[in-house]
Structures are given as structure tokens and as C-alpha cells.
């Protein structure tokens, strides 16, 4: 037998899509499929065949056989559960008190520094600025 008229190839040349009133049928056992497990996906795979079979537009039995396949790939591609889709990134800032300070304060920690900014030695004196001008307003309340 040539490789061409080999039943496969004969099957996959005839493969319809599914019409829209196989894929209602599908949607409306989708929930049957979703509850059972194992050997009782069969039962419900084999009523879903023969009620989808009737809507199917052709009626040739090789093609209806191999659509049983395609129903249950089907089934199985729509049956997954999608978890919620993942929080969006948080973007915001969590602020501290000593956050807060240093961002309102950063002219007078760069003023107390003495150096140019980005400079290695402006960030070598940058914590210990930092800190004298956190502990000059930590105490007080009127900020």
C-alpha cells in the first residue's frame, strides 16, 4: 500500500472542525466531565459522543470514530481550572518613619555631607548624616 493511501493520512485529510452545535453539546457536558474521574469520564465521554455525533456534519462511522478523539481533547483542553490571574505588581513604596525623614529631609543630609551627589565619598558620609538628622527630628512632634 502506497504511503499516501494509508488510513491515517486518509484520516487526517478528512478531519471537519467542530461545528457550533457540537461545541453547545461539549459546553453543556464540560461540567459532567469536570465532576468525574477516571473510568467514569468514559460513560460521560460515550453520551456526549453519541448526543455530539448527531450534530456532527458528517455521518461517515471512520470520521464520527475519530472525532470521539476530538471530543475528548476537547474536553480536556476546556476542563482545566485557571487560577485567578496573579496579583499585579505592587509598585508603591512601603514607608518607614526613618524613610520618610530621609526623603523629606534630603537637602539638608546632602547640605550636611558637603560633597558633590553620587560622589564615593558623598555616599561614604551619606548613613552617618542620615542618621544625625533622623535623631536631630525623631524626637520631635511638630513635624
Request: cysteine-free; charged content about 30%.
Given at each position: 500500500?502506497?504511503?499516501?493511501?494509508?488510513?491515517?493520512?486518509?484520516?487526517?485529510?478528512?478531519?471537519?472542525?467542530?461545528?457550533?452545535?457540537?461545541?453547545?453539546?461539549?459546553?453543556?457536558?464540560l461540567e459532567d466531565?469536570?465532576?468525574?474521574?477516571?473510568?467514569?469520564?468514559?460513560?460521560?465521554?460515550?453520551?456526549?459522543?453519541?448526543?455530539?455525533s448527531?450534530?456532527?456534519?458528517?455521518k461517515?462511522k471512520?470520521?464520527?470514530?475519530?472525532?470521539?478523539?476530538?471530543y475528548?481533547?476537547?474536553?480536556?483542553?476546556?476542563?482545566?481550572?485557571?487560577?485567578?490571574?496573579?496579583?499585579?505588581?505592587?509598585?508603591g513604596?512601603t514607608?518607614?518613619?526613618?524613610?520618610?525623614?530621609?526623603?523629606t529631609?534630603?537637602?539638608?543630609?546632602?547640605?550636611?555631607t558637603?560633597?558633590?551627589?553620587?560622589?564615593?565619598?558623598?555616599i561614604?558620609?551619606?548613613?552617618?548624616?542620615?542618621?544625625?538628622?533622623?535623631?536631630?527630628?525623631?524626637?520631635?512632634?511638630?513635624?
Amino acid at each position: 500500500m502506497a504511503r499516501s493511501q494509508s488510513p491515517i493520512v486518509v484520516l487526517q485529510q478528512n478531519k471537519v472542525p467542530l461545528d457550533k452545535a457540537e461545541v453547545t453539546v461539549l459546553r453543556a457536558h464540560l461540567e459532567d466531565w469536570k465532576s468525574v474521574k477516571g473510568k467514569e469520564r468514559v460513560r460521560v465521554l460515550i453520551a456526549i459522543h453519541k448526543e455530539a455525533s448527531l450534530q456532527a456534519p458528517t455521518k461517515d462511522k471512520a470520521i464520527l470514530k475519530a472525532r470521539k478523539k476530538t471530543y475528548k481533547e476537547w474536553l480536556q483542553n476546556h476542563s482545566h481550572w485557571k487560577p485567578s490571574s496573579k496579583p499585579l505588581i505592587k509598585y508603591g513604596r512601603t514607608w518607614t518613619a526613618q524613610k520618610v525623614l530621609v526623603h523629606t529631609h534630603k537637602a539638608l543630609i546632602q547640605e550636611e555631607t558637603g560633597e558633590m551627589a553620587g560622589s564615593g565619598e558623598m555616599i561614604s558620609k551619606w548613613p552617618k548624616a542620615a542618621k544625625t538628622v533622623i535623631n536631630h527630628y525623631a524626637g520631635r512632634s511638630d513635624l
